[in-house]
């Protein structure tokens, strides 16, 4: 299901032998431009078990987090709920 998943620093690191850690990753990819945390995660041999097989943890390969906080939540009722706060609010 992740395949393998290395970020652009990782190849990088890798191909002038600067010991990044190439391994596969039970990572998905990543939108997020600032690879600072995935690429600074312990080996995976130091990671838990982790037991993703229940429903309440099935994702989608993409998910759009501010589709789920805003559009997804008036779809199931809370549209009148404060999702966002800014400008004062």
């Known amino acids: ?3 393998n998943f290395f970020t652009g620093e990782q190849k990088a690191a890798s191909a ?5 850690r190439p391994q596969a990753s039970p990572l998905g990819p990543s939108a997020h431009v600032d690879t ?6 312990p080996a995976r041999e130091q990671w838990p078990e982790l037991l993703l097989e229940r ?3 099935q994702y989608p390969e993409y998910l759009n987090a501010a589709v789920e906080l805003t559009e997804r939540m008036v779809e199931r009722g809370f549209g009148d709920n404060v ?3 800014g400008n004062g609010r």
């Open 55 to 57: 429903p309440q943890f």
């Open 16 to 20: 002038e032998g600067q010991g990044a």
């Open 36 to 41: 600072f945390t995935r690429d600074s995660l």
């Open 1 to 3: 299901m992740f395949g």
């Open 83 to 85: 999702a966002l706060i």
